[in-house]
């Protein structure tokens, strides 16, 4: 199918910081460039320092290379932003790694809990430290990152399912916690989406483009802009009255319940 997808950044962050996990890479760049576009202050983090400071410099944003997985790392980088630029308006949580996608006998247990490590423990330290800093202004949307994979089984997926499915109830937890606080928790669960970490998977031979098309109702990859556009929307007053909601942007995948979709026209 072709791609006539065309989102683009339709929203005005004038004055609104944020901080994106991830960024140098994928969904998270794609962000970043978006957020800029829109006009907020952007800071980045990643692990990967190269290609961060080269984000940074593209988008005149905050650079803080660390792991998300380390509390102090987590802790030096918000106060970072606060002394930058007063507060946090937004926290995207982009940053995760694919499992070792083999059979479970065969999965390495270090591996197993990196996946979770950085998933979930890395957006649960964020966002408790960037929580704080807008429950002090009384504003605030968090977006973590869940996926199809934490909705619907698949195969030797077992640590990234988990961190995934469990986001999603630490959504819903930690929505329930700070409405109060005047702070929206929401998620994204992406399908397959066309940046590095699919090409990744696609290159060891883990995953196909003709299986998942087929079993993706509008049969194509989604792309980063797409996402984009959703965490965008999440953020902004448009959706105001959101929280606790694990958004699928998947085109269709978790609603489809078979293994190959009918031909156009055709029910079976
Ligand atoms: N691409 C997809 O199809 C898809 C589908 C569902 C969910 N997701 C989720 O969306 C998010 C972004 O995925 P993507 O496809 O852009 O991946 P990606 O691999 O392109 O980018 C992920 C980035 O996270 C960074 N990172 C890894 N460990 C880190 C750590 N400990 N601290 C800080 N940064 C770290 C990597 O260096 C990389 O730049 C991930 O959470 C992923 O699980 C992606």
Redesign the pocket.
């Known amino acids: 199918m072709v791609n006539k997808s065309n989102a683009t950044a339709t929203f005005d962050f004038t004055g609104k910081t944020v901080v994106i996990?991830?960024?140098?890479?994928?969904?998270?760049m794609q962000c970043a460039r978006d957020f800029a576009a829109a006009g907020a202050n952007v800071a980045v983090?990643?692990?990967?320092q190269v290609?961060l400071n080269d984000l940074a410099a593209e988008i005149a944003g905050l650079s803080l290379a660390?792991?998300?997985?380390s509390e102090a790392a987590v802790q030096d980088l918000t106060n970072t932003v606060v002394e930058t630029w007063g507060g946090v308006d937004f926290l995207i949580n982009?940053?995760?790694?694919?499992d070792e996608m083999k059979p479970t006998f065969e999965q390495d247990i270090s591996a197993w809990q990196r996946v979770l490590d950085?998933?979930l423990r890395?957006s649960y330290l964020m966002a408790r430290e960037c929580g704080q800093v807008m429950a002090k202004s009384g504003s605030g949307s968090v977006v973590n990152?869940?996926?199809?994979?934490g909705i619907i089984g698949l195969p030797g997926r077992n640590a990234?399912s988990a961190a995934?499915a469990g986001l999603a109830i630490m959504t819903r937890g930690l929505a329930s916690e700070w409405g109060g606080l005047g702070i929206r928790v929401n998620a994204i669960?992406?399908?397959?989406?066309d940046?590095?970490?699919?090409e990744?998977l696609m290159s060891r031979g883990k995953i196909g483009t003709e299986p998942i098309f087929k079993r993706t109702p509008l049969g194509r990859f989604g792309r980063?802009a797409e996402i984009s556009a959703a965490v965008q929307f999440l953020c902004s007053d448009s959706a105001s009255f959101i929280t606790g909601v694990t958004l699928p942007v998947d085109g269709g995948y978790s609603s489809f319940g078979g293994n190959a979709l009918p031909e156009a026209g055709s029910l079976a």
């Open positions: 996990t991830g960024a140098a890479s994928g969904i998270g983090n990643d692990i990967n290609a660390g792991d998300v997985t982009a940053a995760g790694i694919a950085v998933s890395g990152f869940s996926s199809i994979a990234y995934k669960a992406p399908g397959y989406i940046t590095p970490m699919v990744g980063p």
